[in-house]
């Protein structure tokens, strides 16, 4: 199982990006999807999370109302739509799939992570 999370870059403090993870040797619809990010010298901490089917989706109280996790069965791809971008929203943000929708880093899998930098 692969996960290629891409999208990351340098972005202006209140601006956009969409990060892409594309799942690979695995049926993406059988399986929760979630984003993380670390921040350096941080904990890998939540920030979104989406079930199998897409019908249910969970962010964390930092980004509530500005991120949106939404994903693609067909393309095997969950996105993490960002807008109103924060300083303190930079981080690796990491992707990862696993069999039960939650919160905690309990994923099967990982991506390599992408790097978001929001600039003032």
């Known amino acids: 199982v692969q996960l290629q999370a891409s999208g990351g870059g340098l972005v202006q403090a209140g601006g956009s990006l969409r990060l892409s993870c594309v799942v690979s040797?695995?049926?993406?619809?059988?399986?929760?999807m979630a984003w993380f990010r670390q921040a350096p010298g941080k904990e890998r901490e939540f920030v979104a999370a989406?079930?199998?089917?897409?019908?249910?989706?969970y962010v964390a109280d930092s980004v509530e109302g500005r991120f949106t996790i939404s994903r693609d069965n067909v393309k095997n791809t969950v996105y993490l739509q960002m807008n109103s971008l924060k300083l303190e929203d930079t981080a690796a943000y990491y992707c990862a799939a696993g069999r039960i929708l939650t919160a905690s880093r309990n994923y099967d899998y990982w991506g390599q992570g992408t790097k978001v930098t929001v600039s003032s």
């Open positions: 040797r695995l049926t993406s619809g059988s399986r929760a």
């Open positions: 989406i079930s199998g089917t897409g019908g249910r989706t």
